[in-house]
T-cell receptor, first 113, second 114 residues
């Protein structure tokens, strides 16, 4: 079974500072990996996904993530935080059989002016 | 535009009452999923369906039921057996090609027991 661990339930950064959100997964086969963002009372918006192509994945809004198989990690970064980045972020891994998504517990990002 | 429509956006349930959450997609996606979201717990899978007239239990199916009579529709019923139904519910779908083509999520239904 797939599982995802997000380190840190809350992250606070200053505007303009680096955003780093950590995600580790467990999977017996090369996985599909995703990062989603959620704003209050809304659905999930895809930031980026890893599907066995390039290990460095670029997404929307300046976010990127690097797949490291040796570390079973898929950390999300953004070089310079913007106030609009304040939201909850979820890392997810997809089962390659029936495509069920398993989510981490989420990380809430606050951005200080 | 294609997408997933969840309705209603807000739903209130009385104790002992069954309620049904609607999920409709016009993306021609084959697989559909229901997730429950609670603060600090991420999203947990309730039920999923890969084809019409077939569905499987997820991790937290107790107290819920689903049907998949049409490809476009995957309604979720929260029964009186679900003792703690207050949560945010999200529906998702994916095409036959799988994750390479991405998942689509609805905007969710917030269910509250009153």
């Amino acid at each position: 079974a797939q599982s995802v661990t997000q380190l840190g339930s809350h992250v606070s950064v200053s505007e303009g500072a680096l955003v780093l959100l950590r995600c580790n997964y467990s999977s017996s086969v090369p996985p599909y990996l995703f990062w989603y963002v959620q704003y209050p009372n809304q659905g999930l918006q895809l930031l980026l996904k890893y599907t066995s192509a390039a290990t460095l994945v670029k997404g929307i809004n300046g976010f990127e993530a690097e797949f490291k198989k040796s570390e079973t990690s898929f950390h999300l970064t953004k070089p310079s935080a913007h106030m609009s980045d304040a939201a909850e972020y979820f890392c997810a891994v997809s089962d390659t059989n029936d495509y069920k998504l398993s989510f981490g517990a989420g990380t809430t990002v606050t951005v200080r002016a | 535009d294609g997408g997933i429509t969840q309705s209603p956006k807000y739903l209130f349930r009385k104790e002992g009452q069954n309620v049904t959450l609607s999920c409709e997609q016009n993306l021609n996606h084959d697989a559909m999923y229901w997730y429950r979201q609670d603060p600090g717990q991420g999203l947990r899978l309730i039920y999923y369906s890969q084809i019409v007239n077939d569905f499987q239990k997820g991790d937290i199916a107790e107290g819920y039921s689903v049907s998949r009579e049409k490809k476009e529709s995957f309604p979720l019923t929260v029964t009186s057996a679900q003792k703690n139904p207050t949560a945010f519910y999200l529906c998702a779908s994916i095409p036959r090609g799988g994750p390479d083509y991405g998942y689509t999520f609805g905007s969710g239904t917030r269910l509250t027991v009153v």
